[in-house]
């Protein structure tokens, strides 16, 4: 506005003062005195711990909090920086402004962190410092190293983990569960039994635990036990062996039930004949018929236990001759289905005999005339269940379809690599593992496909890149089913022009 007016207008300045010590200008403050002078009067990091020897554990990279406290933690982590932190003595005499850590050959055996601090001086003075400490690492195994170290089999207590099936689709499903939440991550040896796989910890807590998470994600029974293996009678002091003894119950996803009398009754007069479509830590049932839904729970399902009519061993190849649909899609506990009349023929009839089954099924929304579907033959099989006999006057049907099957197109794409894999528990295999191999591989093949076909049973699962997997030009038509590519990206490295492959997710 003066100088609009054609007025004289004062610049307004800044005051200043000179250093009382080196007699340069500076803005005034409470010691009237610049910064270098003030820093060279006053040493704010005096009396901090600039110099700290911190143990290290090799073997499962953790860290000692004393007393008896090992904290697990990776280099230039933010757990690690805390730790780092808190044991700094005298630090709370002083005002924490900033800490990151400074660079260090990894082979070093030394931790820098520069810190940034503030405290007030003469005559009420903010003074702000920067200082570094330094972290001596030395190497000292954590106790349960050092027991394993000494005998690798000094164990405390293990868990027997048995399902009394002739197949391992339900461990080769734990396995993936167990490697995403880290279940077996305190285990110091897994070894594969016959039906089923022993964990060995060195601690009863870390075996509890386990069997809780077993238990969160099956239908479990367990029971405990220990021995005595030595006492102290000076000190009274007790050293045992435990074993937890889990078994998982035998029904299967794809499993066909006849539920006994008592259960189809509690169950509002389910089935009898039902399909077992989820395992978790409750059973889903399923009346293929009239597609009535029901959860049985571990406790429901112990109390008046039951085996399964036919399992998925057993499924044998149709071919769809006609399908006739008689209800709309509904969703039943977050699966599609639809009820349809279908005739269908055995694939292993074709040129012996005209047999043809007309049957209720409800896989009516996914099947077409001449696709393929693997189902029970009730017609040819030979049961001898006692559930069965137990209702008078039942009329079994002669095929209750399963699932739809991809078999002849998976034939085209026999011997290809797969666009993702899986990883796998180290566990010890006794002699008589060795000797199943190829009925072990074929089963894991077929869980393989149950997950290409079923992305409710990926749900849960970890999937990653197979970086041996090339992707062919030639296509076919439909190749069916497969594992979408958004369903991989949490491993996988878009960085496709860089040739150094490896650094990208871990594997």
């Not at 055996?109 to 702000?128: D, M, N, P, S, Y």
């Not at 890149?465 to 038509?477: I, K, L």
Request: glycine share 4%; hydrophobic share 35%; aromatic share 8%.
């Amino acid at each position: 506005m003066a100088g609009e007016a054609g007025l004289f207008a004062v610049q307004q300045t800044i005051g200043s003062v000179l250093c009382c010590k080196c007699g340069i200008p500076m803005a005034p403050n409470a010691a009237n005195m610049c910064v270098k002078c003030l820093c060279s009067e006053v040493d704010i990091t005096e009396g901090l711990q600039k110099q700290l020897t911190i143990m290290h554990c090799p073997d499962c990279e953790s860290y000692l909090q004393p007393p008896r406290t090992w904290l697990k933690a990776q280099l230039e982590s933010k757990e690690l920086l805390t730790f780092c932190i808190k044991r700094l003595k005298n630090l709370n005499k002083v005002k924490l402004v900033h800490a990151e850590f400074v660079w260090t050959e990894p082979h070093s055996k030394r931790i820098k962190v520069k810190l940034k601090v503030q405290k007030e001086v003469l005559h009420g003075a903010i003074l702000e410092q920067s200082y570094v400490a330094e972290y001596v690492v030395q190497d000292h195994l954590c106790e349960s190293c050092a027991r394993v170290q000494a005998n690798p089999d000094q164990w405390v207590a293990s868990v027997q983990l048995r399902q009394h099936v002739p197949h391992r689709r339900t461990f080769f499903f734990l396995e993936q569960l167990i490697l995403k939440h880290g279940a077996a991550a305190s285990a110091i040896r897994i070894k594969q039994m016959d039906e089923g796989i022993d964990f060995f910890f060195s601690n009863r807590s870390h075996a509890v635990k386990f069997v809780e998470f077993i238990g969160k994600v099956a239908p479990i029974r367990s029971r405990s036990d220990k021995q005595l293996v030595s006492h102290d009678s000076k000190s009274n002091v007790h050293n045992y062996k435990h074993t937890f003894s889990v078994e998982i119950s035998p029904i299967c996803r794809e499993d066909l039930i006849c539920l006994p009398p008592k259960v189809a009754v509690s169950l509002g007069n389910l089935g009898p004949l039902v399909i077992c479509t989820k395992v978790t830590n409750a059973i889903a049932l399923l009346d293929p018929f009239t597609l009535r839904y029901c959860f049985l729970d571990a406790d429901q399902y112990w109390r008046t236990s039951f085996r399964s009519l036919l399992t998925s061993r057993q499924l044998v190849e149709y071919v769809v001759l006609d399908i006739e649909n008689v209800s709309t899609e509904v969703n039943v506990a977050g699966s599609k289905y639809m009820l349809a009349y279908a005739q269908v023929a055995r694939v292993s009839d074709f040129g012996r005999n005209d047999t043809i089954f007309s049957i209720r099924t409800h896989l009516g929304h996914i099947l077409n005339p001449g696709d393929y579907a693997l189902g029970y033959d009730l017609y040819a099989a030979n049961s001898n269940d006692m559930e069965i006999e137990k209702y008078k006057g039942l009329e079994l049907p002669e095929a209750i379809l399963i699932k739809k099957s991809y078999e002849e197109k998976r034939q085209r794409k026999r011997g290809k690599p797969r666009a993702w894999k899986l990883k796998s528990l180290e566990m010890d295999v006794d002699d008589r593992g060795r000797a199943d191999e190829d009925k072990k591989n074929s089963e894991y093949e077929q869980f393989l496909r149950d997950l290409e076909e079923n992305p409710d049973l990926r749900f849960n699962i970890s999937l990653y890149r197979n970086r041996e997997y090339q992707p062919s030009e030639m296509t076919d038509g439909e190749d069916g089913p497969s594992v979408p590519l958004e369903e991989l990206l949490a491993d996988l490295d878009l960085d496709e022009g860089d040739g150094d492959g490896d650094d990208g997710m871990d594997e």
